[in-house]
């Protein structure tokens, strides 16, 4: 669901304090590596405020700074502002250079450009060997790069990396497990892909 044109949106609204809270525990539990920087990205005495976006997506910005969206009531996805800030806090992926310039332009996401030399997927166990992050869980630990992974399972959110760069491409949902990605090694593996070159990052949320 890329943005292909400037996006307009409607004025940012307070959320009420309950709410608030709600997306602060739905984030905390898909995302749960933020838990240690959650005050520093939603500060209690700070307000978090909605803005409405086209195809029913909301974007939620604290403090001048946009943090997630959501579509509907779909899973919450980073806003790439947010991953650049915490980069190890969300499970990863890596496409190979031959493919940065196809999901850069909008194009889906295909399996190759994750299962060649270039690109990355999860081991069967992240920790072994390396750094444990959060609270040490199975297959909850640092990669190569020292961002966190694990195998994925369909219908997970996943930031997308790209081979040879340090900061994210695109946030989006698995519609097949990373396991699944290895055994095929073709096909389709995201939808709704968010990329650095969508509305949604141009957009003016002060």
């Known amino acids: 669901m890329p943005f292909k044109k400037d996006l307009t949106a409607?004025?940012?609204?307070k959320l009420k304090s309950s709410i608030q809270r709600s997306l602060r525990t739905s984030l905390l539990q898909t995302y749960p590596l933020l838990n240690p920087f959650i005050e520093e990205i939603m500060p209690k005495k700070s307000s978090l405020e909605q803005m409405k976006l086209p195809d029913r997506v909301?974007?939620?910005?604290?403090?001048?700074?946009?943090?997630?969206?959501q579509?509907?009531?779909?899973?919450?996805?980073?806003h790439l502002k947010?991953?650049?800030r915490f980069p190890q806090c969300f499970p990863t992926v890596r496409i190979d250079r031959g493919a940065i310039r196809f999901v850069l332009s909008g194009a889906t996401l295909m399996a190759p450009g994750l299962t060649s030399a270039g690109g990355r997927l999860p081991e069967p166990d992240a920790r072994e060997g390396r750094e444990t992050l959060g609270d040490?869980?199975?297959?909850?630990?640092?990669?190569?790069?020292?961002?966190?992974?694990r195998e994925l399972e369909k219908g997970e959110p996943v930031v997308v990396m790209a081979e040879g760069k340090e900061e994210a491409a695109a946030v989006g949902v698995l519609v097949m497990g990373t396991r699944e990605i290895k055994e095929k090694g073709k096909g389709p593996v995201m939808e709704d892909a968010h990329f650095l070159g969508d509305g949604l990052w141009r957009l003016n949320v002060d």
């Not at 409607?10 to 609204?13: G, L, R, V």
């Open 10 to 13: 409607s004025p940012k609204q």
């Open 58 to 69: 909301s974007l939620y910005v604290c403090d001048g700074n946009p943090l997630f969206f």
């Open 71 to 78: 579509h509907d009531s779909d899973v919450l996805l980073p």
């Open 82 to 84: 947010l991953v650049h």
């Open 136 to 149: 040490g869980a199975p297959n909850e630990g640092a990669d190569g790069e020292g961002r966190w992974s």
